[in-house]
């Protein structure tokens, strides 16, 4: 569904790449995660290959359309959820999704049935100006949908919603991906990625630093840790100790023989800390790219 060869970008047109030499792949009907801090190029990247950014240097094929030319018929066949939700203000939910479908050359899905799935039905005749934040990115996800996109672009899809909300939004991305739709999802968080992803392309710095599904990532570069709490000097003390390091090891079996334990239970390396051991960065740095 999505081809991406040799693709570089500068936004002063100059030798400072905000994305360099990027090059992948995504296979119909895969949730593929771009992954990455702050900066990394992710936004970039989704804004050449959606057609909001021109395309500079390299080929996009998207949905069997070469980027690099325009195509609105491509635009039927695609839905983007943007991080910041770009609504109409002065109009109600209901307004917004109807003047949205407007645009397409093909049918669209009932608004209030969209409404209902995120949870928003109740404000439907409620202007999009008075959302909160999170009401607005409920509502900007549910306007991605109303196409029935083929290839669907999420940009933080779980961002500021509460954890009730934010499970009910993954959902509905795992029920559309079974029905056949292919999501790219941008996210710097690793959990979301980790629990939806088929595979998933870490970018640091505007570059790709590797592809792969999270489990054969936890396998090659993973360790496993064996989270312990116990009582030194009449305070509870918590420790993580690696199962792979000697020195932890040793550090752990004399907790065990010196100290009472409270609790201990043994557990695998997230993603997040396995796209730290691979880049050497962290997920909270930078501004957005």
Known sequence: MIKVKNLYHSYNKDNKYAIYDVNFEVEKGEVFGFLGPSGAGKSTTQSIITG???????????????????HLKMYNRIGVSFEIANLYSKMTALENLRFYA?????????????????GLEGSASK??????????????????????????????PTSGLDPAIAEQIKDVIREQNQKGVTVFLTTHNMFIADDLCD??????????????????????????????????????VSSSLSTEDASERSQLAHIITNYQIRTMHTKEATLEQIFIKVTGKGLGMGETI
Not at 52 to 68: H, S
Not at 135 to 155: G, H, V
Not at 211 to 230: A, N, T
């Open 102 to 118: 407007s645009m397409f050359d093909v049918p669209t899905l009932n608004p209030i049935e969209l409404l209902t799935l995120v």
């Open 127 to 156: 202007k999009a100006g008075a959302f909160s934040k999170g009401m607005k990115q409920r509502l900007n996800f549910a306007r991605s949908m109303i196409n029935s996109p083929e290839l669907w672009f999420l940009d933080e």
């Open 52 to 70: 909001l950014l021109p395309l500079q240097q390299g080929t996009v094929e998207v949905a069997g359309y070469n980027i690099g030319r325009a």
């Open 199 to 236: 595979r998933v392309a870490f970018i640091v710095d505007g570059e790709i630093k590797l592809i792969d599904s999270p489990k054969e990532l936890k396998i090659k570069f993973g360790q496993h840790f064996v989270d312990v709490e116990y009582v030194k000097d009449g305070q509870i």
